[in-house]
């Protein structure tokens, strides 16, 4: 089929001669290919099209929904295909199957451990225009902000006496405000500030989509995961919300991550921003992407995020008429986690307490804490008040509060950095991951690392909870060596050791 229709590619090219191809014809040039490099086979448009229409008839063919489930207890995942159809079904017992299956997954690779970071604003400079972040080059109702380096020592220092280890720094595109030297110079700032008990140990980079080149030197400083959020997999509907700046060029900013991992980083995080577009069409796009890391370097997303779109400055979330409800983002997260069992799940501030809490049981595995989404906003968090968040944060509690309402809740709340540190990235974390090795490491570097932040942050009614919690949870430790280790670790954290991992 596939070679037929490209023959007939070739051959209307050959009709037309010098003349442009129609859309149409243009499309039969772009064919499926997972191993593709470019942005237009492996994000197949056609293929999602087929996809969706594969789903809606098969939405109620249990037969084929039972299939799928079973495989999926397999817990070694689903494809875009498969999950598509899951994501189509509205009969409410398979829906309960599948918010079981997906706590079940959750359970089994994760345990009861959530790890905890905050996002960095550097710079609200930016010289695109999305349509949905207040930060647009248009908006003129904003402050403009950059952090100096003087200002992200304060507001790092801010951010490790809330008990934070690991950050993720965000910045609008801005080649001028904002160069690669610029965000390199605050990632080492970051690293070398040494407050207290106080470190930085992960710096994760969200930034625009740039070159191998700079994907490299964003390597040789050490970065955690890169990630970039693909907003839309639609291309027309992307262009549309990107209507101007660098952005607007779908091709490049979807194959970043392939220049990511040419540029030797191979942990990536992807994600979308649901609300823009047809979340069925997003969910089918968003896993073909990880299907085509997987398909090309062997290794898939190190995380996917899901942040529905919020209000902000200059910004109606109303205006965007693909919103989703509650029962649809848990069901899209719940999907995720069986889709891709070994791929980290993050839910930010954006999302209230109540929904994070669902979210926790099907499958999120990281939540920011005690965020602030403007430049400044930790050192000043009056500066909340002059409308430059990105967006508006729903959940408002303190790092602490979320730590004791983690504990309360069954979690080790963890601010474990290990892997990377230990050169687990790529395929070597995934395949530890996929060994169930990696328990080994999450479970007593969560709570060698929960004991830090007692000892060091947290509030007296905090440290007694947390503390019964280690107490219990070392108990649990399977290999005798390490639990011995660990429980050694333990009491010489609380004789003032620090930054013990597996
Ligand atoms: S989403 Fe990013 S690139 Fe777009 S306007 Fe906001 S900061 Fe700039
Ligand atoms: S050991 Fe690795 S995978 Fe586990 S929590 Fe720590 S950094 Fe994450």
Same mark, same amino acid.
């Given at each position: 089929?596939?070679?037929?229709?490209?023959?007939?590619?070739?051959?209307?090219?050959?009709?037309?001669?010098?003349?442009?191809?129609?859309?149409?014809?243009?499309?039969?040039?772009?064919?499926?290919?997972?191993?593709? !490099?470019?942005?237009?086979?492996?994000?197949?448009?056609?293929?999602?099209?087929?996809?969706?229409?594969?789903?809606?008839?098969?939405?109620?063919?249990?037969? !084929?929904?039972?299939?799928?489930?079973?495989?999926?207890?397999?817990?070694?995942?689903?494809?875009?295909?498969?999950?598509?159809?899951?994501?189509?079904?509205?009969?409410?017992?398979?829906?309960?199957?599948?918010?079981?299956?997906?706590?079940?997954?959750?359970?089994?690779?994760?345990?009861?451990?959530?790890?905890?970071?905050?996002?960095?604003?550097?710079?609200?400079?930016?010289?695109?225009?999305?349509?949905?972040?207040?930060?647009?080059?248009?908006?003129?109702?904003?402050?403009?902000?950059?952090?100096?380096?003087?200002?992200?020592?304060?507001?790092?220092?801010?951010?490790?006496?809330?008990?934070?280890?690991?950050?993720?720094?965000?910045?609008?595109?801005?080649?001028?405000?904002?160069?690669?030297?610029?965000?390199?110079?605050?990632?080492?700032?970051?690293?070398?500030?040494?407050?207290?008990?106080?470190?930085?140990?992960?710096?994760?980079?969200?930034?625009?989509?740039?070159?191998?080149?700079?994907?490299?030197?964003?390597?040789?400083?050490?970065?955690?995961?890169?990630?970039?959020?693909?907003?839309?997999?639609?291309?027309?509907?992307?262009?549309?919300?990107?209507?101007?700046?660098?952005?607007?060029?779908?091709?490049?900013?979807?194959?970043?991550?392939?220049?990511?991992?040419?540029?030797?980083?191979?942990?990536?995080?992807?994600?979308?921003?649901?609300?823009?577009?047809?979340?069925?069409?997003?969910?089918?796009?968003?896993? $073909?992407?990880?299907?085509?890391?997987?398909?090309?370097?062997?290794?898939?997303?190190?995380?996917?995020?899901?942040?529905?779109?919020?209000?902000?400055?200059?910004?109606?979330?109303?205006?965007?008429?693909?919103?989703?409800?509650?029962?649809?983002?848990?069901?899209?997260?719940? !999907?995720?986690?069986?889709?891709?069992?070994?791929?980290?799940?993050?839910?930010?501030?954006?999302?209230?307490?109540?929904?994070?809490?669902?979210?926790?049981?099907?499958?999120?595995?990281?939540?920011?804490?005690?965020?602030?989404?403007?430049?400044?906003?930790?050192?000043? @968090?009056?500066?909340?008040?002059?409308?430059?968040?990105?967006?508006?944060?729903?959940?408002?509690?303190?790092?602490?509060?979320?730590?004791?309402?983690?504990?309360?809740?069954?979690?080790?709340?963890?601010?474990?950095?290990?892997?990377?540190?230990?050169?687990?990235?790529?395929?070597?974390? $995934?395949?530890?991951?996929?060994?169930?090795?990696?328990?080994?490491?999450?479970? @007593?570097?969560?709570? $060698?690392?929960?004991?830090?932040?007692?000892?060091?942050?947290?509030?007296?009614?905090?440290?007694?909870?947390?503390?019964?919690?280690?107490?219990?949870?070392?108990?649990?430790?399977?290999?005798?060596?390490?639990?011995?280790?660990?429980?050694?670790? !333990?009491?010489?954290?609380?004789?003032?050791?620090?930054?013990?991992?597996?």
């Amino acid at each position: 089929m596939a070679i037929a229709l490209l023959s007939l590619a070739v051959i209307i090219k050959i009709l037309t001669d010098e003349k442009d191809l129609s859309d149409s014809e243009e499309r039969m040039l772009t064919m499926y290919n997972p191993k593709s !490099l470019k942005a237009e086979e492996f994000i197949n448009h056609e293929e999602v099209l087929d996809t969706l229409a594969f789903a809606k008839k098969n939405k109620d063919n249990t037969r !084929l929904i039972d299939t799928i489930l079973e495989k999926a207890k397999l817990g070694k995942g689903l494809t875009h295909r498969e999950a598509s159809v899951l994501l189509a079904c509205d009969i409410p017992e398979k829906i309960e199957e599948m918010y079981s299956l997906a706590e079940q997954i959750k359970k089994d690779l994760y345990g009861n451990r959530i790890v905890l970071f905050a996002p960095l604003y550097l710079s609200n400079y930016c010289v695109n225009g999305c349509v949905y972040c207040p930060y647009h080059q248009k908006n003129k109702h904003i402050s403009r902000k950059k952090l100096t380096q003087e200002d992200i020592v304060r507001e790092v220092t801010a951010l490790q006496d809330m008990g934070h280890k690991r950050l993720a720094i965000e910045a609008g595109e801005d080649p001028v405000n904002n160069p690669i030297e610029y965000i390199l110079e605050s990632i080492k700032t970051i690293y070398s500030i040494k407050h207290k008990n106080g470190a930085i140990r992960r710096v994760n980079v969200n930034i625009a989509a740039t070159s191998v080149e700079n994907y490299r030197k964003l390597k040789e400083a050490e970065i955690g995961t890169y990630i970039l959020f693909q907003e839309t997999y639609h291309k027309e509907s992307y262009e549309r919300l990107h209507p101007t700046g660098p952005k607007h060029d779908y091709a490049y900013h979807t194959e970043a991550m392939d220049r990511a991992m040419e540029g030797g980083i191979d942990d990536v995080g992807l994600g979308v921003l649901f609300g823009l577009e047809l979340y069925p069409y997003e969910f089918a796009a968003l896993l $073909m992407h990880a299907e085509h890391l997987e398909a090309v370097y062997g290794v898939g997303p190190h995380t996917i995020s899901v942040p529905r779109i919020k209000g902000a400055d200059d910004i109606d979330p109303d205006a965007f008429d693909n919103g989703i409800s509650d029962e649809i983002f848990a069901k899209i997260c719940a !999907l995720i986690r069986i889709s891709v069992p070994y791929t980290g799940m993050i839910i930010s501030t954006r999302e209230s307490q109540s929904v994070r809490e669902r979210v926790l049981h099907l499958g999120v595995s990281q939540v920011s804490g005690g965020s602030r989404t403007s430049v400044g906003g930790y050192y000043s @968090p009056e500066q909340e008040d002059d409308k430059s968040e990105q967006f508006d944060v729903s959940d408002t509690r303190t790092l602490d509060e979320v730590v004791k309402w983690l504990i309360e809740k069954g979690y080790i709340p963890s601010f474990c950095t290990a892997c990377y540190r230990e050169g687990r990235t790529g395929d070597r974390f $995934m395949s530890l991951c996929k060994s169930g090795q990696i328990q080994n490491c999450c479970h @007593p570097n969560a709570l $060698m690392t929960l004991k830090e932040y007692l000892e060091d942050y947290a509030s007296p009614e905090t440290k007694e909870i947390g503390s019964v919690l280690i107490d219990k949870e070392i108990t649990k430790v399977p290999n005798e060596k390490v639990k011995k280790i660990a429980m050694q670790n !333990l009491i010489d954290i609380s004789n003032g050791k620090r930054d013990f991992r597996f």
